[in-house]
């Protein structure tokens, strides 16, 4: 009995364990069950009026008086699609400088003071495949809103000025454009699935956006922007048939556009490539894989949703579970349907992984999307993923000119004005069956172009195993400069001239037997409307020791090149410079004004047609060493430099820009004529004045200076 007792009672124990835990689950589950969810609020179409007035324009009108406020949204048929290829960036910069360049009657600035003393927000955009216009306004002013936002689409004054700025913002977009590895992945892979000159992967270049002139923007507009390319939203406090007369008299004279819109561009479906973007400051790879989807007419337009909720739309998606919860390779992994409303769509997976699980985690996704063709998901995956759908749905179409704007976009596009309804219906009966349809139908990871974006030399395999890999080149190409070809006559003129100049200043044989210089210039800037003092000293023995010293209000600063190596030390420390660095710094030395005279034999000197500069006669000498280059504009009666054109840099905005150099006066000093004072221009725009107050020729110098610093 004692026997029978020791060995029921551990038993005994348990099972009375057991059904504690089990009785405490079940009456967690019950408490749980007992609270009430109250069902999500259906997406219901607010009472709206749709009127066609006599001039083309489309208007969508919802009144809602349960605050003073009227709030308009504009579509307009025009977008980048349609600019020339030579031009691109003209679209974003037409609707940008619509609005910060005011009217015929406003100027922008002053519209500024307007909108931001009577609390309005006016604006103006011109996308990929769309433009717009925004207006919120109190009811008060909403006649005069009205107004200024129909004087803005129907009479632009496009400022040169304002033109400039948006070019420099461009131009600042561009020099960023590689700082970030998803944006390099994203652009490129666009380009690697639709081609690299499809109107939907191609972007600026610093080349298109010079292109760009005020009248290609005056063309452009009158082209595309008119009543009849015009979609209206209209949401807020006010009378529908007095705000459908404001609309009228405030667009009254638009003239129709009659020209026919451009065919939309064809979507190629192209067979996959394997692409890699080698970036050796990187310890994380980016990847992207897609090919080409479908519009969201297609009849597997739910089900793509559907699967890809499933396969990678969130943290509970196979992707997010397999690569980031189970194997740990990845902080970020998912995937987008491969569905578009004007456009097909692009089916993509994406992560970011270390360099070394580059290739597994790409096979892995792989796998994960195959698996999505191979059988159906499970109905707990196939319930999660349409319950997800149908509750964010609610979100996203809140108000009433979410839910407007989406009518005017389906009416546009050609959609059945139910089409949202719809599709919630085909989500809502779902089968797994159908999902598996929809992913064979539309997803081939066969098929998948794929780009990597990190330190190729690091990565655990060489992508070879997608097929043959193309390195893509991502160096971003200089501001063109439209000079003629050399002739031997326009070349021996040129260095003819820099001889001249060189005797004018000294003699040609006493710099280039210099060993070294050391001069101190004092130069005072304006940058983003601070005026900032610098004294610089440059000490440099030819060919390849070079210190610069410079005493900002920011703190000192010291660039140092010892030979083949440099270092420089800052407020923030200390850091060694890399190889390129190092020789852009000897570069600079070796083309610049003595340097050019130490190297005469080895620069293309190229003479270009006679100008002026600051009404003085001058000769132009292109300087180049095949890389960079400098322009010498010399004064052909004394044969001194009047001014120096070179590519520099924006310090506001690191976007490259043309800077000139003038010489206001020169001086003697220890043997040579010097220039004394300078100005400095960044596209023609000032931006410091300089003056040299030393310069010593072959100065004794203590070697020790180019070192680096010990801690």
């Given amino acids: 009995m004692n026997k029978l007792n020791r060995t029921l009672m551990p038993v005994l124990v348990l099972v009375l364990m057991l059904s504690i835990t089990i009785s405490g689950q079940a009456e967690a589950k019950k408490r749980w069950e007992k609270i009430n969810i109250p069902q999500l609020n259906e997406i219901k179409m607010p009472s709206y009026e749709r009127v066609a007035l ?89 006649r005069r809103g009205m107004e200024l936002l129909a004087d803005i689409l129907m009479h632009p004054a496009f400022p040169e000025d304002k033109i400039k700025l948006a070019k420099e913002g461009q131009k600042a977009g561009i020099s960023r454009r590689n700082d970030d590895p998803m944006s390099i992945a994203s652009r490129e892979a666009m380009k ?14 610093y080349a298109t956006i010079a292109a760009v002139t005020r009248q290609d923007m005056v063309d452009f507009h009158n082209r595309y922007f008119g009543p009849n390319r015009m979609y209206l939203v209209v949401i807020g406090d006010f009378n529908s048939r007095e705000m459908i007369n404001l609309i009228e008299s405030s667009f009254a004279g638009w003239a129709s556009v009659t020209a026919a819109l451009p065919a939309d561009p064809e979507v190629p479906d192209f067979p996959r490539t394997v692409n890699v973007v080698d970036k050796d400051d990187l310890t994380q790879t980016t990847v992207l894989m897609g090919h080409k989807g479908v519009r969201a007419d297609s009849p597997y ?53 270390k360099s070394e699980s580059s290739e597994k985690t790409t096979e892995l996704i792989l796998a994960e999307i195959q698996k999505m063709l191979a059988e159906e998901v499970t ?13 964010s749905e609610v979100f996203n179409f809140d108000t009433k000119r979410e839910i407007l704007d989406r009518m005017v976009m389906f009416e546009r596009l050609g959609y059945d004005p139910d089409f949202l309804q719809q599709y919630q219906q085909k989500v809502q009966n779902m089968t797994a069956a159908q999902v598996l349809e929809a992913c064979q139908a539309v ?64 003699g040609l044989k006493k710099f280039q037997a210099l060993k070294g210089t050391r001069e101190v210039m004092v130069l005072d800037a304006t940058i983003q409307g601070m005026a900032l003092n610098f004294t610089i000293e440059k000490t440099v ?73 600051d009404g003085v006669p001058c000769l132009p000498v292109h300087v180049s060493d095949g890389d960079d280059y400098q322009i010498f504009f010399i004064d052909t009666t004394t044969h001194l430099v009047k001014m120096v054109q070179a590519p520099g840099v924006s310090p506001m905005t690191n976007a490259p820009v043309t800077e000139k150099l003038y010489v206001d006066e020169y001086a003697d000093m220890d043997g040579f004529l010097m220039p004394k004072t300078i100005r400095i221009t960044n596209d023609d725009e000032p931006f410091a004045t300089g003056t040299f107050q030393e310069f010593e020729a072959n100065p004794k110098v203590d070697m020790s200076i180019f070192a680096k610093p010990k801690k």
Avoid at 194 to 201: E, L, N, S
Avoid at 317 to 332: C, K, P
């Fill in 301 to 353: 337009y739910a089900g793509l949703q559907v699967a890809n909720r499933i396969l990678g739309g969130g943290f509970a998606s196979r992707l997010f579970n397999e690569v980031r919860s189970r194997q740990g390779l990845a902080y970020s992994v998912g995937s987008s349907p491969g569905t578009g409303f004007r456009f097909p769509g692009l089916f993509m997976a994406y992560t970011m992984t």
């Fill in 541 to 613: 023995l030819y060919p390849d020791h070079i210190l610069t010293m410079q005493k900002t209000p920011f703190g000192n600063v010291v660039t140092s090149v010892n030979g083949d190596t440099g270092w420089a030390q800052g407020p923030q420390g200390m850091q060694d410079l890399g190889a390129t660095d190092v020789q852009k710094i000897k570069a600079e030395v070796q083309t610049e004004g003595i340097g050019v005279f130490r190297n005469l034999d080895t620069l293309a000197c190229q003479a270009l047609a006679p100008t002026e500069v």
């Fill in 192 to 205: 690697a699935v639709f081609g690299a000159d499809h109107p939907m992967a191609r972007h600026a270049e």
């Fill in 443 to 506: 997803w081939h990871p066969e098929r998948m172009t794929i780009l990597a974006v990190g330190n190729y030399a690091d990565f655990d395999g060489d992508f070879s195993t997608f097929g043959p890999v193309n390195m893509v080149d991502i160096e971003i190409p200089e501001p063109p400069l439209d000079i003629p070809a050399p002739t031997a006559e326009s070349l021996a003129q040129g260095k003819a001239m820099l001889e001249a100049y060189a005797e004018a200043r000294g």
């Fill in 379 to 391: 109905a707990e995956e196939l319930e999660h993923a349409k319950d997800g759908i149908l509750n």
């Fill in 54 to 142: 006599d001039n083309g324009m489309i208007v969508y009108l919802a009144e809602d008086h349960q605050f003073p406020l009227v709030e308009l949204s504009a579509s307009i048929d025009v977008g980048s699609i349609y600019e020339p290829a030579d031009k691109i960036g003209l679209a974003a910069m037409t609707g940008e400088v619509m609005r910060s360049g005011g009217t015929e009657t406003i100027g922008g600035d002053a519209l500024d003071e307007l909108v931001e003393a009577r609390g309005m927000t006016v604006e103006t955009w011109i996308g990929q495949s769309e433009g717009g216009a925004y207006l919120s306004v109190l009811k008060e002013d909403t």
